[in-house]
């Protein structure tokens, strides 16, 4: 991989004779980064990029999951001036790279040995049609919840296992006038809970009812089941809850003022910057009966086709994002673990050290699965028909039998 800075390319291909092409050594960084813990991991990426001489131009677009930033893409796409470079989930990559609009990073990834290091599933994204077009920063882990340690054992609590733990746990704090179960009603942060059950209650209702999008295990007891915990869920959940961010709903847990909030690792990123130790201040444990399994969701950086004059900081960029030095002090304040599987897990905490194993784990058992809530279980038309369904259910009195009808129609409509 060369490394050429601005001035060493524009000397070159002056010195040969050539036009000089004007190499822009910034990249402008399309994001969804903007929470506290977030904000400091893209402190780490900037200052890397920074130190390596690749400016950066920030683009940050509020919202949690990343909608209201792939709407902002798209307008600034259509307007046929995309960024430089995007953050991405899964399907979404696989999206654009379809539309003909992403680079090739292959010059990048052969020399660097990327093949190697990145996991099968997570390659399956990054590349289209053989070429690598994206560069994978993490993984992370959205089925986890997060529990306050001190309410916990002020309530003589542990961490649930199976769901009736959990609402034993949640029928004791609520009689303890805290609020059992921290949520943001938002549909990417019902659709987190909701997948969450659906694998408890099998992982192969979650690989057949959502990953095949399959009608049957759609329509099946195990899906009405699922709507029956939200429901439950639902019952333990303050009422102020509708729009409320998911940031905000993990300081709730933070501060006390709730006991567990389920939510992805990103919520670890929020313990971190608040100086508390994930495991011991706020403990983390997987969503009840989904041991053995493992969501997961990466973190893309896509590089747009905007011009050779961009070309060497896009591939800057993506070399520094691969680093092992980098994924690993990235990830340790983004709550993932890194998108390598050679990066140590010494210098991580209780929790990450517990994900890098669970994924080794579910990995070699066949059970790594795809989120859907954040776009690595169907392309995102199909998701927002899942999203759709689970919202309305949520936050309404629609049956279980009704919602499990209307997830198989929507579902049909949107394929
Ligand atoms: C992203 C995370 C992000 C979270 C909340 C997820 O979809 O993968 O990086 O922290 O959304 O915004």
Known sequence: MRHFG???????LAAFGLPALAQTNEVEVMHWWTSGGEGAAVAVLKEDLEAKGTGWRDMAIAGGGGEAAMTALRARATAGDPPTAAQMLGFTVTEWAQEGLLGNLNE????????????EAVQRFGKYDGNWVAAPVNMHRPHWVW????????????????????FAAADKLQAAGIIPVAMGGQPWQEATAWEAVVLSISPELY??????????????????QSFDIMR?????????????????????VIRGEAGMQIMGDWAKGEVIAANLTPGVDILCSVVPGTQGSFLF???FFAMFDVGEDKRQA?????????????QETFNLAKGSIPARTDVSPDKFDECGKKSMADLAEASAAGQLFGSLAHGHGQPPAIQRAYLDVVTQHFNSDMSSADATAALVAAVEAAK
């Open 147 to 166: 529990a306050n340690a001190k309410v916990f054992a002020d309530n003589g609590l542990t961490a649930p296992t199976t769901w009736d733990e959990f």
């Open 108 to 119: 990048v990834a052969e020399a660097e040995g990327w093949d190697a290091v990145v996991p």
């Open 297 to 299: 969701n990466t973190d």
């Open 232 to 252: 439950r869920i639902r019952g333990y959940v303050d009422d102020n809850f509708a729009g409320r961010d998911w940031n905000l709903a993990t300081a709730m």
């Open 207 to 224: 690989q057949k009812a959502i990953i095949e999008a399959d009608p049957e295990a759609l329509a099946s007891e195990g899906i009405t």
């Open 314 to 326: 896009q591939l800057n960029m993506a070399s520094a994002a691969m680093s092992p030095s980098f």
């Open 6 to 12: 601005t001035t060493t390319a524009v000397v070159c």
